[in-house]
């Protein structure tokens, strides 16, 4: 990046670019399961893939500051190639995919502490591939891409942080895994619309006895619907949930930090047609919505041990059962969520 000044105006102008090469070999085993066996490398073999990815981003943009105003115009490039071989088979599926997509962003500074921001960006997926050869079956294997809109402000003063944003996605081309006929396909227009809010406080503002704690909340209302013509324009889109969030406390004391987190979701449809009663095999029906709590407890050692972080946590503290549906077309059914885990996690940081 580079910065100068343009009479009232300071630029700053950054430049880059973003290599990603990527290769996986898919090996899967299977034996009936009236065998009583478990799969195993002698089982008989009916998946022998290898696929791969090579991906290009350019992108430019220009930083302007002049009075209150920031304003950042930019453009992203993107070009993908990405295949699959079916070494079974003797077959190859590919797609190369390229986009520009410009985007803009505009912040007002109220205060130092306070600002009104609006933004757009343009967005950019292929299929992966792993579903590359369902794709091409299905006779459409187009980037998937939308367009984003934001409005909100931000408010940060070292001790209140509160955020408030309304947002608008339009995709023109999003995908779709049918599980029912195994392929992969565009369902075409959809919308995503909503609000998003977050609210963070350190408590010793209240109280000097509340040094060390804080609290922090977020919640994002989410309208995703089907706008493509057709039986399923205006339901709801698969694996969403209109409603999201997560409720937490910190404290710190010295060289411990300790953290309770929860998160929750409300229910889900995992088809295009909001099928609300389960199938035989669990790959339709409505996914109900649930809440889940952890907790975390972390001990920093300081800069004698290189800064070392030895924590203990356990995630869905009260083991709350609960469960999705696979969206992969390869183990399509129920899935059980994370139970009661226990883990230990270490961090350490090293010299160059």
């Known amino acids: 990046s580079q910065g100068f000044e343009l009479g009232e105006s300071r630029h700053e102008v950054g430049i880059g670019h973003r290599y990603v090469n990527e290769a996986s070999h898919e090996l899967r085993y299977w034996t009936r399961a009236d065998s009583g066996q478990l799969p195993s490398t002698g089982s008989r073999n009916d998946r ?82 792993s579903q590359m050869g369902k794709a091409v079956r299905s006779g459409d294997i187009e980037p998937e891409k939308a367009r984003t809109w934001e409005l909100g402000s931000r408010y940060d003063d070292g001790i209140l942080r509160a955020e408030l944003g309304a947002f608008l996605i339009n995709f023109d081309n999003q995908y779709e895994s049918n599980q ?15 609000i998003e809010a977050a609210i963070a406080y ?16 977020s919640y994002a ?3 995703a619907s089907i706008r493509e013509d057709g039986p399923n324009k205006g339901n709801q889109v698969p694996f969403s949930s209109k409603h999201k969030g997560t409720l937490g406390a910190n404290y710190r004391t010295g060289a411990w930090s300790y953290n309770l987190d929860g998160s929750f979701q409300t229910s889900q449809y995992a088809d295009n047609a909001n099928t609300e009663s389960e199938s035989a095999d669990g790959s339709t029906g409505r996914i109900a919505g649930w809440m889940v709590w ?9 800069p004698q041990l290189n800064d070392l972080k030895l924590g203990l946590g356990v995630k869905n503290l009260f083991d709350r059962r609960y469960y999705t549906r696979s969206f992969d077309d390869n183990n399509k059914g129920l899935y059980v969520g994370q139970p009661r885990t226990l883990y230990v996690h270490c961090l350490l940081y090293t010299s160059p």
Not at 204 to 217: E, K
Not at 294 to 302: H, I, K
Request: proline residues 3%; glycine residues 8%; aromatic residues 12%.
């Open 294 to 302: 952890s907790a975390r407890g972390t001990y920093d050692f300081g």
């Open 180 to 194: 029912q006929t195994d392929s992969v396909t565009a369902r075409g227009k959809t919308r995503h619309k909503g």
């Open 48 to 129: 022998d893939t290898r696929g791969s990815t090579e991906a290009n981003a350019f992108y430019i943009d220009d930083r302007i500051d002049i009075g209150n105003w920031t304003i950042t115009p930019g453009i992203r490039y993107e070009k993908i190639d990405s295949e699959q071989k079916n070494l079974l088979k003797n077959s190859k599926d590919s797609g190369r995919y390229n986009a520009s997509l410009p985007a803009l962003n505009v912040i007002y500074h109220l205060t130092p502490s306070w600002n009104l921001y609006a933004n757009t960006e343009g967005s950019f997926g292929t299929v992966q591939y």
């Open 221 to 223: 209302y989410v309208d």
């Open 202 to 217: 350190d408590l010793a503002d209240l109280d000097p006895l509340l040094s060390g704690f804080d609290v922090y909340a």
